[in-house]
């Protein structure tokens, strides 16, 4: 272990198990978040409590970031009590979807204080980064790619995409966007199923095995809108942001994207409806008040 020092700051749904992660690993770590629940949470699993992004930075050459939106990230990474003043970073390992603006933005706002970013944002939700099996998309120079893949192959599975600030981003968007559709097309396709009187159990199970099979009827159904519990541990306003960041991003490119456009209007409708907090699943009930009927297994 070259790198036995690291720091980590944003301990929330994906950041919280994946610090307990290293530090069972064998890091020494230090963190930070400002809610003290989430603080005390990795402290008490052995993480060394610090009082600011800044006091993070000055404990470790390398600082991990799991971030909610990417003015959070900014803030933390060059804000006042940021971490590109701190006395012993080196690289700020972003593990947030960000997009690819920020991410340009934020290394170049780094590079100045000689602080080296790595953009890895990852896919596999809460329960991915409890069990290590995430997948992990990464742009950064290929020297530094080589010092923290050790780091991150604690959480699943790394992708170098390139070396230009952003790439991974473009593709965790893609992504992101097509899990969202995913589970607004399931949400239809058993609605209908179940106003015919088919069983959403039933029907999920032959999807899965049939031609119409995603992430959303293998894992989101299954999980948390069948059982009724809309818990499946990420919420509507990160989704939402995603989305719209999709079709920003593709929009400045010139790319159409009109499923997507749809797709992030009924991200809008969710979050007005049932709240920023409450998890993406609730995407489902949208469908069903419009269809009028539940999808319960
Ligand atoms: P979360 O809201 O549970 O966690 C974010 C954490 O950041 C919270 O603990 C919050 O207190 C902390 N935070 C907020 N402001 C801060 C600040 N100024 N300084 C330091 N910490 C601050 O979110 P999450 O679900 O863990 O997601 C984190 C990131 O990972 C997001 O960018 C999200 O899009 C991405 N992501 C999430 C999932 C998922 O399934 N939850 C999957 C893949 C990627």
Redesign the pocket.
């Known amino acids: 272990m070259t790198d036995k020092k690291l720091g980590f700051?944003?301990?929330?749904?994906?950041?919280g198990p994946m610090s307990e992660r290293l530090i069972n690993a064998g890091y020494e770590l230090t963190v930070?978040?400002?809610?003290e629940a989430?603080l005390n949470a990795v402290v008490a699993h052995g993480g060394r409590k610090a009082g600011s992004?800044r006091e993070v930075a000055d404990a470790a050459p390398i600082v991990l970031t799991?971030?909610?939106t990417p003015d959070?990230v900014e803030?933390?990474a060059l804000g006042p009590d940021g971490l590109a003043g701190g006395a012993a970073i080196e690289i700020m390992l972003d593990?947030?979807?960000t997009g690819p603006n920020t991410a340009k933005r934020v290394a170049e706002g780094l590079s100045k204080h000689a602080v080296q970013w790595v953009d890895c944002?990852?896919?596999g939700?809460?329960t991915g980064a409890a069990n290590g099996t995430l997948a992990e998309m990464v742009s950064c120079p290929q020297p530094v790619y080589a010092r923290i893949e050790p780091i991150i192959a604690n959480f699943g599975r790394p992708f170098f995409v390139g070396e230009d600030p952003g790439l991974a981003q473009v593709v965790k968007l893609g992504n992101n966007m097509l899990a969202a559709a995913a589970l607004v097309l399931s949400s239809e396709a058993l609605a209908m199923g179940v106003k015919a009187g088919v069983d959403p159990k039933v029907m999920t199970d032959i999807i899965n095995v049939s031609s119409g099979r995603n992430s959303a009827t293998q894992d989101k159904f299954p999980k948390a809108i069948l059982p009724g519990t809309f818990d499946f541990?990420?919420?509507t306003a990160?989704s939402y942001?995603?989305v719209r960041l999709c079709v920003e991003e593709a929009e400045a490119m010139g790319v159409p994207m009109l499923g997507g456009a749809l797709i992030r209007q009924i991200l809008t409708i969710t979050k007005a409806k049932y709240g920023p907090d409450s998890d993406f699943t609730c995407i489902a009930k949208v469908i069903e008040e419009w269809a009028g009927v539940e999808i319960r297994g």
């Open positions: 700051v944003g301990l929330g749904r994906m950041g930070y978040d400002p809610s989430a992004p799991s971030l909610p959070v803030l933390v593990l947030s979807t944002p990852v896919s939700g809460v541990g990420f919420t990160l942001k995603d």
